[in-house]
């Protein structure tokens, strides 16, 4: 098994309601294209599955055969880890399904959903969770990772708002895990990534969501000393209804910014709002904005909820090259913003950046043991990324986000957002991430998958014995 000849899926092709896609087949290269145009590898084939049976029937196959396993929810993995060369390929972008129970409110997605799907349909019902700041992130790894986005402050994380999941275990079996059923899997899919099996329906809590603010506040880089003195005290202090990251960006040519901006190096808050968001309460919502410095730009409107999400869409569509480390920061030092001025000058492309996301409010609401999630006294989930429409830029956007996060680091807690990991990293980035939780998690791995089959992630290896 897992030559490339076309006779060699047939026995799978057979079971299977979705397709079956090989080297030599047309859709092939289409089929394997992620999100990040760096990673460019060839499994030995692509299951594109239509439903759970098709699931089941992908790893029953890959496990009979000997051969390598991957799986591709959204493929939206900053390290490319769903695809892998020589791997068969588990791929879940075919079962895109939101079904929102409104009195309940909750949502069951399916595993190979985005983040555009869920909050389309539950927008529908004037509700939300959170999850993410990009419409087309994918549901799957983003939630096994942990989760979040602009609603974190209010409504916590996206673990904190996952009742349930529907998982295929490396025996091709599947079950529901919850609060009353396999409690040690929910406990552990809730932070510990894609170690545990193939999920593929999430049901999520909702949260009543509509019209939010979103504002975006520009500073001169000048100011950027000023301006994350002032962030640093003021938002951990701000209700939980306000959410704003930290950036350094260029500024994107086009609206709402005015040209004369488009191209420069500033420090800017992204915000989103979900108190009452007309034009007066969002006056008054962000008059402090300019205590550290005057602004050199900014702008506050309501929007529906789904719009924020898909700010980002089209500055940074599908087919860049990126590469990317996160750490997590209980405070941001006088160090660290010195390290983040001198990054800002060497920043190599207009659309390489540096975010700082607030993971406190509701978020530090659950106890440390409640979740796989480590860092429940974190206040920024931190990342940087190069990122450069250009092959022949990656190496240079690869060594500044190193740089950064070799000088950035020493002012962390240790450990990162598990989807901030790259493969390059190694184990003790991993163990580091988890805590005093990885021997538990490791645990759950030896009883859910011994034979570690689900390893191309940021692995938690089984427990021995």
Partial sequence: MGGTSGTTYETLREQMRGEVIAPGDDAYDGAREIYNAMIDRRPAAIARCADTTDVRAAVRFA????????????????GGLCLVDGALMVDLS????????????????????????LDHESHGFGLATPAGIMSTTGVGGLTLGGGHGYLTRAYGLTID???????????????????????????????????????TSFTYALHPVDTV??????????????????????????????????????????P?????????????????????ADEDSLTNTFADVSEPAPPVFHFAAPVPYPAIQSTFDGLIPKGLQWYWRGDFFDRITDGAIDVHGSFLDSMPTDLSTMHLYPVDGAAHRPGPMDTAWAYRDATWSG???????????????????????????????????????????????????????????????????????????????????
């Fill in 256 to 276: 709402p910014f005015p040209e004369e901006i488009h191209g420069k190096k500033m420090c800017g808050v992204v915000w989103c709002y979900t108190g009452v």
């Fill in 63 to 78: 496990r009979d055969g000997g051969l390598d396993l991957s799986v591709r929810g959204g493929g939206h993995s900053g």
């Fill in 383 to 465: 990342v940087i990324a190069g990122i450069s429409p250009e092959p022949a830029d990656a190496g240079v956007i690869r060594d500044w986000a190193v740089g950064y996060w070799d000088a950035l680091h020493p002012h962390s807690m240790g450990g990162a957002y598990v989807n901030f990991i790259g493969a390059d990293e190694g184990d003790e980035r991993v163990r580091a991430t988890y805590r005093g939780h990885y021997d538990r998690l490791a645990a759950v791995k030896a009883t859910y998958d011994p034979d570690n089959v689900f390893h191309h992630n940021q692995n938690i290896r089984p427990a021995e014995g």
């Fill in 213 to 254: 603010g979103l504002a975006v506040t520009l500073w001169d880089p000048a100011n950027l000393d000023a301006v994350l003195r002032w962030y640093r005290e003021y938002l951990p202090g701000a209700p939980e209804e306000l959410y704003g990251f930290f950036a350094l960006l260029a500024v994107p040519p086009g």
């Fill in 94 to 117: 075919a079962m895109r399904w939101v079904r929102v129970d409104p009195a309940a409110r909750t949502a069951m997605v399916g595993g190979g959903s985005q983040l555009g799907d």
């Fill in 161 to 199: 708002n996952l009742l349930a999941a529907d998982v295929v275990l490396a025996d091709g079996s599947v079950v529901t895990a919850s609060a009353d059923e396999h409690p040690e899997l929910y406990w552990a899919l809730r932070g510990g990534g894609g170690n545990y099996g193939v999920v």
